[in-house]
């Protein structure tokens, strides 16, 4: 190969090509690739596993960003690559260690000013020094699988949390907002094992909250639409979380079991300024209203917005505006409190 354009040119082909949709049992199907492209270097002797190992880099970043699509292999890619797998590694050792601790930030009714409930968020403190946030680890436990042990974990760990503020603050009926991954939601026996959690720790279903993404539930509907339906038989709360940035189909949105909906954070920090994003917001909110759902705000920061967002009768906001993401203990001083805003 004299140009790189040559082979580049035919990766396009070969995309355009297995794009054509192919009937199978009545279906149409089409076949995206993802494409990894590697080099040789002028006067660098080249081993052909050294290529391979690079082409397979080159295809996973492919993967990364979205498929359907080709990379051209870079250096940095192979040191990212060994950052993943040391990060992995990291976090097996981390979940050995019990490195893993949770954070939970109050979500507030704006009708009464006051804590309504909290969001679990997973922290890791690596060797007690060094705190790795969740934007880094979490897509590589994803990637994965360790996402399902973490998850289990984090679900139990909130439900033992959520049922010692039910017996401490049993007047203030509190809600504990859980988020599950889409490795997670895949699993065949997940309401299964949410169940276990549930009469392990004694907590009432109907005081949990399970938060999913759109794009969760836009691939098989209706397996999903099932599964949803068998986490409401444990009595629990459904939401969608970050509403608004997915790839949502509003015809089927009325099919969901939905209880929540949640505003992304990108509209409502943007709403004071931006009469698009106001209008978004309103919408979401009207929306939710008319599908018989309860709407929270999240990314709340100013008072302006609190005003905004109670005007257009959005029943909860969560943001630093009320409090950033606290430990339990924290959690708990602030419950005894009992601040109204």
């Not at 679990?120 to 042990?149: C, K, M, Y």
Request: aromatic content about 8%; glycine content about 6%.
């Amino acid at each position: 190969v004299q140009h790189r354009e040559v082979v580049t040119d035919f990766a396009d082909q070969l995309h355009q090509e297995f794009m054509q949709p192919i009937q199978l049992q009545g279906r149409s199907i089409s076949t995206p690739l993802s494409i990894g492209i590697a080099f040789t270097q002028p006067g660098y002797d080249h081993k052909a596993e050294d290529l391979l190992r690079d082409a397979h880099t080159a295809m996973y970043r492919a993967k990364a960003l979205g498929k359907a699509r080709h990379e051209v292999f870079a250096t940095g890619m192979l040191t990212e690559v060994l950052n993943r797998l040391q990060l992995e590694s990291d976090m097996r050792k981390g979940m050995e260690k019990s490195e893993f601790s949770l954070n939970y930030q109050p979500i507030v009714s704006l009708k009464t000013g006051r804590i309504a409930g909290f969001e679990a968020l997973a922290r890791w403190l690596q060797d007690q020094r060094r705190s790795i946030s969740p934007v880094a680890f979490i897509p590589v436990a994803e990637e994965t699988g360790l996402i399902v042990p973490l998850g289990q974990w984090i679900f139990e760990e909130a439900c033992t949390q959520a049922q010692r503020w039910q017996t401490e603050f049993s007047d203030a009926n509190l809600s504990m907002s859980i988020n599950l991954s889409s490795r997670q939601f895949a699993q065949a026996d997940l309401a299964e094992q949410l169940s276990q959690i549930l009469q392990k720790t004694q907590v009432q279903g109907k005081h949990i909250k399970i938060e999913i993404t759109e794009s969760m539930v836009m691939g098989d509907m209706d397996a999903a639409i099932d599964l949803m339906l068998n986490l409401k038989t444990l009595n629990l709360h459904l939401g969608i979380d970050d509403f608004g940035t997915g790839y949502s189909s509003l015809s089927y949105l009325h099919r969901f079991p939905m209880d929540t909906l949640k505003v992304d954070r990108s509209f409502v920090s943007r709403m004071e300024e931006s009469s698009e994003d106001y209008e978004i917001v309103r919408t979401i909110i009207t929306l939710g209203h008319n599908l018989g759902m309860d709407v929270v705000a999240e990314g709340v920061e100013t008072n302006s917005q609190v005003k905004l967002l109670r005007e257009l009768g959005c029943e909860y906001g969560q943001g630093y505006f009320f409090a950033r993401p606290l430990t339990a203990e924290a959690a708990s001083a602030l419950l005894r409190q009992n601040p109204k805003w």
